[in-house]
């Protein structure tokens, strides 16, 4: 294994179902998908409902075996256990002892990884300043938030310290405020070197902190690549200008409009006017600092 090594690498992944019927019948739910994750990136896997996302997370964690194809991380086949070692994953729905404290379910994490003593001590401490939940260490899990609840699983997640991590739906049923935390933790993730795949049906979330993103549809990769190169639009090229007056507008459209044609092509102004914030922006900024702390009543 070498530093070019990517964290995943899947070839020709393909997972056929038998139907629980009478009748001999099969679903296919991934076909013939590839895709690599480098050390380091963070990749996005998106795509509608029964696309196939759940079933390639569970086939690269081992969960299920292949139909055909192969699944590898960090050159390890992902049917080997020793595989995932360096993996940390959190469901999209995780299942706590409600019963444990914020500290107990990461000492239990800690112990089933083989974490011991002082260094699982220091280990519950880091984690806990990490996902922001020190105040919240000797709280009942049956008293978190929703949004608590996955940060503590993403705690749980790098309690081994993996080199990966895979997310199913990370921000699922979070508010705003707590999911803007969660994708900050993500990308802390990213500068620490920590290489991450997650599944989304948030766009705005995968766009805000994916390098890499693959749109699977039917079980097939219908696009994949560099998030930039997806989402530019080829032919257009935007300027974004400060405090522009009218008299600059109008001077603008007529150097546009005496510009000659290039390639038999004029250009044009598509629109010109002010640019739009999110509402998940315009919802942080109304809200900065009116979150309850202890989440008793929403995400902190």
């Known amino acids: 294994m070498t530093d070019a090594t990517p964290a995943i690498r899947i070839r020709h992944l ?31 896997l998106i795509g509608p409902n029964g696309s196939g996302k759940s079933t390639t997370m569970k086939v690269l964690l081992g969960l299920l075996k292949p139909s055909s194809g192969t699944a590898a991380i960090f050159g390890r086949d992902s049917s080997r256990v020793d595989s ?33 003593g002082a260094d699982l001590r220091d280990r519950i401490s880091e984690m806990l300043a990490l996902v922001d939940l020190e105040h ?6 049956a008293g978190y938030s929703k949004g608590m609840l996955q940060r503590i699983g993403l705690a749980q997640a790098l ?20 999911s803007r935390k969660i994708r900050d933790l993500i990308l802390d993730l990213k500068s620490r070197g920590i290489s991450v795949i997650l599944s989304s049906h948030l766009l705005e979330q995968v766009q805000e902190v994916c390098d890499r993103v693959g749109i699977i549809f039917r079980g097939r990769m219908v696009r994949e690549g560099p998030l930039h190169d997806l989402i530019a639009v080829e032919d257009q090229t ?17 150097l546009v ?3 000659p044609p290039a390639n038999t ?11 739009r914030t999110t509402l998940e922006s315009l919802f942080l900024e109304a809200t900065r600092g009116e979150a309850p702390r202890d989440g008793l009543q929403g995400d902190p």
């Open 159 to 178: 309690i081994h310290r993996p080199r990966l991590v895979v997310l199913d739906e990370p921000t699922a049923g979070v508010d705003p405020a707590g």
């Open 84 to 116: 995932r070692n360096d993996v940390g994953f959190l469901p999209e729905n995780p299942y706590f002892y409600k019963h444990l404290t914020g500290a107990e379910t990461l000492a239990f994490y800690g112990n089933l990884c083989g974490l011991r």
């Open 136 to 141: 919240a260490r000797d709280r009942r899990l």
């Open 265 to 275: 092509t004029r250009p044009a102004i598509v629109r010109i006017g002010q640019p």
């Open 257 to 259: 409009a005496a510009e």
């Open 14 to 44: 393909t997972k056929i179902f038998r139907t629980p019927t009478v009748r001999k019948q099969f679903v296919t739910a991934v076909q013939d998908l590839s895709l690599d994750v480098a050390a380091g990136q963070i990749y996005g």
């Open 238 to 254: 935007e300027v974004v200008l400060h405090h522009a007056t009218p008299a600059l507008l109008t001077r603008i459209r007529e």
